[in-house]
């Protein structure tokens, strides 16, 4: 896997990723994007949603502070993008934690072609009606082995399923990757599953077959974390260590790191 | 003192901490959470704040950028923690210096059972009903001694009361602790008052002795900024050792560097 | 040009800075206040806005993510303001990207007098009613020279026109400084543009000569970008040392590093 060609195409383009996302790491959705070399525009007035949809290669959905209202907004834009053939990245933040997330995100994804689905094991496996224990944002456990659970979800939503965790899978229902790299420090930060799907937004943007896309951007990402890792003492300076990584590893490739199976 | 049982506690038991906080210190409000070992949830609508709380281990309210709705929300949480006999900290940001932040943190104060009231001298002296000078969210000067103000407040509002200065106050009426422990750059970055609340509400979650452990929650928090700052070159750099200092501080003890006085 | 005598009045008489503005970057722009020696305050509820602005000595601006009940608020905030003489400064994020910012950007300019314009060219060139092409809140294009743009906006908006870019403009229609200082890292991180508006909002709060003291401010900043990027591995490090700069550079000049032509 070489995730250099994917980032090259983002340099060249600088596809804007409008986002709708969430009020706590807006900042890192936002930054991070640009240190990948893409163009981020964050906006949920439902006045301008759809227009700025319009103006983007692809748009990235984050319900983790949801209201009713923001999620209007998401389906607004969601239409847009759909219509367009752009392509939409859900992250669906604490699905599962109440009912008010797992009744939105429902809506979500059958009022809207979702491409890629984005979330943890809890998560994922609320989407895909087994049971699960979460905490707030967390996953505790699930009923069932998760890496079936998300080829099933994939089938179902028609959508590529990519689940974060200790092992990382990315599933279009028939491929998946499973993909052990990253450090335990990025799940120490708060941010680090928010900012993962705006680079599968920038990946996805540039992309011509999105599955393999998806897996590079998480193998890049999680490679990009190792290296922060090894500079840092801890999750602050993790923080501002894994964006200098993010924008410097355009430069050159990692591919001795890769731990990734296909299956 | 000892601080080191109450964060082995945070460790093990990672209680959740739901936050309805302002849109500046969000993400520092979060990340400091899971820097100290607990998990954050930050979620404000007024759908799910209720069954949010219900699965929170403490509630933490934060004015700062405070709206109607906002506050609405507060109280449908506030009454669900006070159901549920879980601890509420309330970070009373810029009382005093609007009609609108006084009177909005009456009505949370007499709706509601605070467990913890954080807030610097103009704050507390205007919960205290006690003439003061704020210029935005600071505090300028207050009539009276504050310790005795914090004091009269803390039985007032049966409640523990949190003063941050150069001098801690945390005193529950009774029993006060004043912590001369910190540092000047604390006062340089944004957010080292909001992430204090969420500390707070991570020791209140496990604690047993609810004034001791927020008198350790505040002497913990300073020697955190003081070792950081010995690592800093300014407000910028500080901000992320401080998160690292946090982090690390789990797993020492630093007790010669304590300047406690029990009154 | 000598920007130190401003930092000594911000640092003497600690102006609070009201500011209203976007999710993304409002802890960045409350942070880069504070670090320049003056007050942040953030707050946006219609409720309170104007006894904000009324206890403050400047007022910031930002539509980044705007909606039709902030932009009220901004109205609202901007007639005290002008009632009190203090002076206003617009961030016109994206403004020409939608018709939405477009629209409110015209509104503020109509019912508020604003001391200080700031833009990107293709944003400028949008209030100016100019052609131009923009992606999301980048300036692609503008039909014509962006300095005689800058001039005649400021001169029909009876305003100071600060146009960002690798050259840097400020106008006030007769007096032109353009500053080519500052570091390519600057553009790479998200939040640059937006913290520009806060120190020119910290400069004004203490001015005599509005016009003078935006372009010092501009060169205190750009001076400060080039600091903090020698300390640099990447925009993720550099956000951090960038604060650091702004804090420290308060104690000394940098005469020597000043590239400005008063044209």
Redesign the interface.
């Known amino acids: 896997m070489d995730f250099i060609k994917d980032l090259q195409k983002i340099t060249e383009h600088?596809p804007?990723i409008?986002h709708i996302t969430?009020?706590?790491?807006?900042?890192?959705c936002?930054?991070i994007t640009?240190?990948v070399g893409a163009?981020?525009?964050?906006?949920?007035?439902p006045?301008?949603v759809a227009?700025?949809t319009a103006?983007?290669s692809a748009l990235v959905l984050n319900i983790?502070?949801?209201?009713?209202e923001l999620v209007d907004s998401m389906k607004i834009a969601g239409k847009k993008a759909n219509e367009l053939n752009r392509p939409v990245v859900l992250d669906a933040v604490?699905a599962g934690?109440?009912?008010?997330?797992t009744q939105k995100t429902k809506e979500l994804l059958s009022d809207l072609s979702i491409s890629v689905i984005k979330g943890n094991a809890g998560e994922v496996a609320t989407i895909a009606g087994i049971a699960a224990e979460v905490?707030?944002?967390?996953s505790i456990s699930v009923a069932g082995d998760i890496v079936e659970i998300a080829r099933g979800c994939a089938q179902n939503e028609k959508s590529i399923v990519v689940v974060t965790g200790q092992e990382d899978i990315v599933t279009d229902g028939q491929r998946t990757f499973l993909i052990r790299n990253g450090h335990e420090l990025m799940g120490?930060?708060?941010?680090t599953g928010c900012m993962l799907a705006s680079i599968l937004g920038a990946f996805a943007a540039v992309a011509t077959d999105l599955t393999q896309a998806a897996a590079n951007a998480v193998l890049f990402y999680d490679i990009a974390g190792e290296l922060a890792a090894e500079l840092?003492?801890?999750?602050?300076?993790f923080?501002?260590?894994?964006?200098?990584?993010?924008?410097?590893l355009r430069h050159s490739s990692y591919p001795e790191r890769q731990k990734v199976t296909f299956v």
């Open positions: 600088k804007l409008h969430n009020w706590v790491t807006i900042y890192d936002a930054n640009r240190a163009l981020p525009i964050m906006s949920h007035a006045e301008e227009e700025m103006l983007s983790g502070t949801l209201t009713s604490g934690a109440t009912k008010m997330r905490k707030g944002v967390e120490k930060v708060v941010g840092s003492q801890g999750p602050g300076t923080r501002e260590h894994f964006i200098d990584q993010i924008y410097q």
